[in-house]
């Protein structure tokens, strides 16, 4: 009876028993990111490196197992830039840009993994959805035509528009509200926190399929709410 089309598809979903696993694992790499990037410039070398370490390998493995749950990376990388409102841009950005060479590695070493499982015959079914895709743009108007609305709908399954542009102005004029400094640096932050959205779906923007399911948006929709509460907190001082 195993090999019935329904228990079949049991046994596919039950895979993704190891997506929250993953995140898990893609947001401790976050953390430990953070830890190294706070010790680049001090005395315990060996600390900063047994970190840095830490966070590429459970980068890498959260990747090799469920790329859209180990983007959760970036959900604890907009935790911990965003969320100091008083920190300097430069700091910020610094940090932000170290955030972006660990995962830089670490898809990188989940590209390589790809590229030895695909020499396995048995993965040639899937070539329609395996690989980079050849059209950027295409993707890129993907992402803002299909995929950031439905996750800026939030917990409302049957997108609408007005929701989504609703929450996009509250999400973008709160945060001008909550970071501090000049009108440029708040600029700044708020464009290095929108950045971190489609960062956060990267490995479906670099891959040839286009399907925008939820299981895809999970780091997308909870960096949406993190940004929202932000936003919310700076309306309301």
Not at 83 to 97: E, I, M, N, P, V
Not at 125 to 151: C, E, I, Q
């Amino acid at each position: 009876t195993c090999t019935l089309p329904a228990l079949q598809v049991e046994a596919a979903w039950g895979t993704c028993v190891a997506h929250p696993w993953a995140a898990a694992l893609a947001g401790a790499a976050g953390l430990w990111a953070w830890t190294a990037l706070d010790r680049l410039h001090g005395a315990d070398r060996r600390m900063f490196l047994t970190m840095l370490l830490a966070a590429i390998i459970g980068l890498l493995i959260a990747l090799c197992t469920y790329q859209p749950s180990g983007m959760f990376f970036c959900t604890t990388a907009a935790v911990g830039l965003l969320s100091d409102a008083d920190a300097t841009t430069k700091s910020l950005f610094r940090k932000a840009f170290g955030f972006a060479c660990i995962a830089g590695i670490a898809l990188i070493g989940g590209w390589v993994v790809y590229q030895i499982g695909s020499l396995d015959p048995a993965n040639h079914a899937y070539t329609g959805r395996m690989g980079l895709t050849h059209d950027p743009l295409a993707k890129a108007r993907w992402f803002v035509a299909s995929v950031l609305p439905n996750a800026l709908n939030l917990q409302n399954i049957i997108p609408s528009n007005i929701v989504a542009a609703v929450v996009a102005i509250v999400l973008v004029g709160g945060l001008m509200f909550y970071f501090r400094g000049t009108l440029a640096g708040r600029a700044a932050r708020l464009a290095l926190a929108l950045a971190i959205l489609p960062a956060g779906y990267l490995p479906n923007l670099l891959s040839r399929e286009s399907w925008e399911s939820y299981r895809t948006q999970a780091a997308l929709s909870s960096t949406i709410v993190i940004l929202l509460y932000l936003a919310i907190n700076g309306l309301a001082r």
